[in-house]
């Protein structure tokens, strides 16, 4: 029985990334188009990077392994 190395999803490693203490980063959504019509509030409030819910942790963390 020989060991094969899993591969990760290459599309999840460009979109999340590890912090040093194991949480998950992810940018906010909806801030690709159509910004002219957005209020610079709510472009300012989109260009924050934040955690993802522990909901979704562990999903990810297997594809990213």
Not at 32 to 59: A, C, E, F, G, Y
Request: with cysteine; hydrophobic share 35%.
């Amino acid at each position: 029985m020989s060991n094969y190395k899993l591969k990760s999803s290459s599309s999840i490693s460009k979109r999340f990334k590890f912090t040093a203490s194991g949480k998950l980063l992810r940018h906010k959504a909806c801030r690709n188009h159509l910004l002219q019509k957005k209020s610079p509030k709510r472009k300012q409030q989109l260009r924050k990077v934040i955690s993802v819910k522990s909901v979704d942790l562990l999903r990810l963390r297997m594809n990213m392994l």
